[in-house]
C-alpha cells in the first residue's frame, strides 16, 4: 500500500465484499499511527518509524469505526485493536510471521511477541489472530488446533503454528470449511506453478463455534478503478472545475484527510483507549496553550499620539468587502455557519452583520459562540476580523522594521533567500568574517502573553478601542479537541495568539517587532549595510536569522533576545538554533541560556538549503530529490489514459516543477546544475507523453507537445524577473542593498567564484543588453523586456552550439 492510490483500491474493494474489518500484513508505510480515509474509513497502523518495510494494518469502514475501544501497536509485525460487539469483546492480533527462510531465533523472538500480546488479552473475549503467517499446515494428527481441509504439506512455519495453537487452544479457521482449493490458497509464486495457504485466521476454541465461514475472496480490478477516477477529474478539468481535479489526484496519490500517531502518556506508555487518548490532548492542549506568564512581563507605555486608524464602527462596505473575501470551501466554526452560506444572499448578511457589529463595537461583548474554537478543524476567520484587520494593517505595516518579511504584502521567502544568499557571496568573495545565528522558538504563536500583547500594542499606537474590541476575542476563549469525530471537554485558552484567525499574523509581528527592537536598540553589533546603517537580522515572522562579524556581538544578541522574549512569553528553542561561521572559525561557543549551540556546515532557512560555500549544488540535490517523491506520487495520473496531457501537465506545473524550482531566482548555477535539472524536467515530460526507448523525440517536439520550455529557460527567465522586481523596490530595501553590497575586505588570490550579480550580468550580455540599461527600465516600471531563448533541444552541447540551436525572441516580463 505504500503506492499511490492503492488505499483508496483497498477501501472499495472492501466496499465490494461488505467487509467491516480487514488485516493488511504488509502495507509499506513509515510509523504508527491512525488515518482517517476521504470516506471516513479508520486505519491503524504499526511499523518503523524510517523504513518502508513490513507494517501491519488494520482498515475498519466507517460504520464500525465507533465500536474500537482501543488499539496497540506492538511492532511492524504484530499490532492489537478490541472492539465492542452485542455479545462480547472481539480482540484482533494481526500479526505478519517471518518468512519459513528466517533464522531459528528470529521465529522464536516473533512467537515469543506473539504469546505475550495474546496473554493480555481478557479471557473472555473473543480473540482471532490474522495475517500472513507464511506457515504451511497439513489436514492430518492435529485435530484440537485445525481441521480436515488444509492445504499443502507442513512447513517449518507450520509446524511452529500447529504447536503454538495447542498450547494455547487455538484453531486454524482456513482448516475448518470445506472449499475448493482456489478459495483456500492465499498465495502463488510469481511463475504461477507454485500456490499455498499461508495465510491464516486463528481463533481461540472456546468461540470456535461461532466462525462461520474462512475464504479466500478474488477478482480485485484496480486498473478500472483509478481509470473511473481519471475520467472523472477530466470531466472536471473540461468544465473549469480545478478544485475537483486536485481532490481526486490527492485521492489517487494517497493523500488521507486526517492522521494521528499513537498517544503517549507522560510517562512514555503507550494509550489505547479513546477516552484516555481524549483527556491526554486535553492535558497536552492545555499546557501548551496556557504558558505560565513570564516573571518580568513586559510594560512598554503607549504612546501619547495614536495612529490614524478610524475607531468608528464598521460601515456597510466594509463588511460587504470582508464578507465577499471570505474563502470558500473553508471549515467552519462552532456556529456551524459556512461563508458560502453568507455569501448566497450577501445583501442580506451584510445588513444583519452590520446591525450586529454595531452593537458589539459599542457594548465590546462578542456572541459565545465567538469564544470557542475546535482543535484540528480550527475557528473560521469570521469577517469582524476581516474589518478590523482592514483597519489596522496598514498602519502597524508602516511601524514595522524592514528586516521583518513575513505575513506583509509585497514581501516574502524569496525576498529574505535572496539577501541571505547575496550577503554570503559577497562575504566569501571579499574574504570577510560572519556569523549567522539562525534562531527557533518554541511553540511561538501558542506562547504569547495576552497583557503583553494589548500593552505593546498601545505603545505601537492602536487606538484603545480596536485593543479593547481584540481582546474581546480573547477574554474567554476556550477550545475543544477534535478526536476520531467526536469533541472533548472545554478548556480556557489563556496564551497565545487564535489559530486561524486573521488578525493572529499582524497581532504575532508587533510582539516580534516589539522584541527585536528592544534586542538591538542599544548598539549596532551587525554587519555594515550602509554608511551610516548596519543590518542585524533577517526575519520572516519568528524564523530569525541573527548577522554578526563577531563572536561577541552574536553573543551578545543573543543574551538580548532571551531577556526580551521571555518577557512576552517567548522562548528559545536550543535544540534547533543553531550557528553557522563563514571564513572564520570560532573560538568560544555560542551560548542560549548556557546551553552552547551547535555549528553547522548548512541550514534549511525558509526551505531552501543554505551552505557556508554558498554553492547551489546541496539545495538543488534536495529539490530533485522533493521533485523526484512528487512526481512518483502522482504515478497513477502519469500512466492513466483517461488524463489529457494538458491536464497531465497542468498538474505537473503546480505539483513537480513549482517543488523542483522554489528558490531558483536565488540560485548561482554552473551548467553541470543546469544539466541535472533538465534532464529531470525533460525525463517527466516523456512520461507523461509515454515516449520511451526505443522510440526517440527531440526535445524541440517534445516541448511543442507539451507546451512547456526547457528548465534551464524558465530558469533564466525567473532570474531577470526577479531581478526587475529587485530593481524596481526602495533604494533601502534589503535585497536591493544586498545586490550591491559589498563588505570590507580583500579578494584572495586566484579567480574568484562567480556570484549570482556576475552569472546575470553574463547573460545580459549574451543578450546584448546591459546592466544599467536594464536597470533604467525596470526603474520605469512599464514593461522589463529582455531577449531570451524560447526553445531548446535539451541536449547538453557547447556554448557555440546553443547559439545556433536556440530562437531568440522578446517577451513581456512585468513584476
Known amino acids: 500500500m505504500n503506492e499511490a492510490s492503492k488505499l483508496a483500491q483497498v477501501i472499495r474493494e472492501m466496499k465490494r465484499y461488505r467487509l467491516d474489518i480487514l488485516g493488511v500484513s504488509e502495507c509499506r508505510w513509515t510509523g504508527s499511527g491512525r488515518q482517517v480515509s476521504h470516506d471516513g474509513s479508520t486505519i491503524l497502523y504499526s511499523g518503523h518509524e524510517d523504513t518502508h518495510i513490513r507494517v501491519v494494518a488494520l482498515v475498519i469502514s466507517k460504520q464500525k469505526a465507533n465500536t474500537l475501544l482501543e488499539w496497540e501497536p506492538i511492532s511492524d509485525r504484530i499490532m ?39 496473554a493480555k488479552v481478557p479471557q473472555h473475549d473473543m480473540l482471532l489472530i490474522i495475517g500472513d503467517m507464511n506457515a504451511n499446515s497439513d489436514n492430518s494428527n492435529c485435530e484440537r488446533a485445525m481441521g480436515k481441509h488444509g492445504c499443502g ?45 499461508i495465510d491464516h485466521i486463528i481463533i481461540n476454541g472456546k468461540w470456535r463455534r461461532s466462525l462461520q465461514d474462512v475464504r479466500v475472496c478474488r477478482g480485485a480490478d484496480k486498473r478500472s478503478y483509478v481509470e473511473g477516477l481519471a475520467a472523472e477529474a477530466e470531466s472536471a478539468a473540461a468544465r473549469g472545475e480545478l478544485s475537483t481535479v486536485y481532490k481526486i489526484t490527492k485521492r489517487l ?3 488521507y484527510t486526517t492522521h494521528s500517531a499513537p498517544v503517549k502518556g507522560k510517562d512514555g506508555s503507550t494509550i489505547t483507549t479513546e477516552r484516555e487518548q481524549a483527556d491526554r490532548w486535553v492535558e497536552y492542549f492545555c499546557d501548551v496553550l496556557n504558558h505560565p506568564q513570564p516573571d518580568e512581563p513586559a ?68 456572541p459565545s459562540d ?84 494589548w500593552k505593546i500594542l498601545r505603545s505601537y499606537g492602536v487606538p484603545l478601542k480596536i485593543v479593547s474590541l481584540i481582546e474581546t476575542f480573547y477574554n474567554h476563549f476556550e477550545c475543544s479537541v477534535i478526536l476520531n469525530n467526536t469533541s472533548s471537554e472545554w478548556f480556557t485558552v489563556k496564551s497565545g495568539v487564535r489559530q486561524g484567525c486573521i488578525l493572529s499574523p499582524i497581532l504575532f509581528l508587533v510582539v516580534i517587532d516589539w522584541v527585536m527592537r528592544k534586542t538591538t536598540s542599544d548598539k549596532p553589533r551587525g554587519i555594515q549595510r550602509t554608511l551610516f546603517s548596519q543590518l542585524e537580522d533577517l526575519d520572516f515572522a519568528d524564523d530569525l536569522a541573527f548577522l554578526s562579524v563577531k563572536l561577541d556581538h552574536l553573543q551578545e544578541k543573543n543574551d538580548r533576545l532571551e531577556r526580551y522574549a521571555k518577557q512576552t512569553g517567548l522562548t528559545i528553542n536550543t535544540s534547533k538554533t543553531q550557528v553557522m561561521s563563514i571564513n572564520t572559525t570560532p573560538t568560544a561557543p555560542v551560548t542560549v541560556n548556557g546551553e552552547p549551540l551547535e555549528f553547522v556546515q548548512d541550514f534549511t532557512y525558509l526551505g531552501s538549503l543554505i551552505s557556508k560555500d554558498n554553492g547551489g549544488q546541496k539545495d538543488i540535490k534536495a529539490r530533485l530529490g522533493k521533485a523526484r517523491c512528487a512526481f512518483a506520487k502522482l504515478q497513477n495520473i502519469w500512466k492513466s489514459n483517461q488524463y489529457t496531457t494538458k491536464t497531465k501537465i497542468r498538474l505537473y506545473n503546480s505539483n513537480v516543477k513549482s517543488i523542483l524550482l522554489y528558490g531558483s531566482e536565488c540560485w548561482r548555477v554552473v551548467k553541470g546544475d543546469m544539466a541535472k535539472i533538465d534532464a529531470f524536467h525533460n525525463r517527466c515530460q516523456r512520461k507523461i507523453c509515454r515516449i520511451f526507448w526505443p522510440n526517440k523525440i527531440s526535445n524541440v517536439d517534445l516541448y511543442k507537445k507539451t507546451g512547456c520550455n526547457s528548465a534551464v529557460l524558465e530558469i533564466k527567465r525567473r532570474r531577470l524577473r526577479w531581478l526587475g522586481h529587485v530593481l524596481r523596490m526602495p533604494q533601502d530595501s534589503i535585497p536591493k542593498v544586498a545586490l550591491r553590497w559589498t563588505p570590507p575586505g ?26 544599467d540599461g536594464q536597470s533604467t527600465s525596470a526603474d520605469s516600471r512599464c514593461v522589463y523586456t529582455f531577449n531570451v531563448p524560447t526553445s531548446d533541444c535539451g541536449q547538453t552541447p557547447g556554448p557555440s552550439v546553443d547559439d545556433q540551436i536556440w530562437k531568440s525572441s522578446v517577451i513581456a516580463l512585468q513584476a
Open 153 to 197: 504439506v507442513m512447513n517449518d512455519n507450520g509446524e511452529r503454528l500447529v504447536h503454538y495453537c495447542l498450547n494455547n487452544n487455538y484453531v486454524i479457521g482456513g482448516t475448518i470449511f470445506a472449499h475448493r482449493d482456489i478459495q483456500k490458497l492465499t498465495w502463488k509464486s510469481p511463475d504461477g506453478r507454485t500456490s499455498n495457504q
Open 299 to 366: 510594560d512598554p507605555p503607549p504612546v501619547p499620539d495614536d495612529l490614524n486608524i478610524d475607531t468608528r464602527p464598521p460601515t456597510e462596505a466594509e463588511v460587504k468587502n470582508a464578507i465577499k473575501a471570505m474563502k470558500s470551501g473553508k471549515a467552519p466554526g462552532v456556529d456551524s455557519i459556512h461563508g458560502e452560506m453568507l455569501k448566497a444572499d450577501l445583501s442580506t448578511a451584510t445588513r444583519v452583520l452590520t446591525n450586529l457589529f454595531d452593537t458589539i463595537w459599542d457594548k465590546e461583548t462578542i
Open 370 to 453: 465567538w469564544d470557542k474554537g475546535l482543535i484540528i478543524k480550527i475557528p473560521k476567520k469570521g469577517n469582524l476580523q476581516q474589518s478590523l484587520l482592514g483597519r489596522i494593517e496598514t498602519a502597524i505595516d508602516n511601524k514595522l522594521r524592514q528586516e521583518q518579511a513575513g505575513f506583509r504584502r509585497r514581501r516574502g521567502c524569496t525576498d529574505q533567500i535572496f539577501a541571505l544568499r547575496n550577503i554570503i557571496e559577497q562575504t566569501l568573495e571579499w574574504n570577510c568574517p560572519l556569523y549567522i545565528n539562525f534562531i527557533d522558538f518554541k511553540k511561538a504563536f501558542d506562547s504569547i502573553h495576552h497583557d503583553t500583547l
Open 746 to 771: 580583500k579578494r584572495k588570490r586566484g579567480r574568484p567564484k562567480m556570484t549570482w550579480r556576475q552569472s546575470v550580468m553574463a547573460e545580459l550580455k549574451e543578450m546584448g543588453l546591459s546592466w
Open 253 to 255: 496519490c494517497g493523500n
Open 80 to 118: 492489537k485493536a478490541r472492539f465492542n460487539s452485542k455479545h462480547c469483546k472481539l480482540t484482533i492480533i494481526l500479526c505478519y510471521a517471518p518468512t519459513n527462510e528466517s533464522d531459528k531465533e528470529h521465529k522464536e523472538d516473533w512467537y515469543e511477541q506473539l504469546q505475550q500480546a495474546a
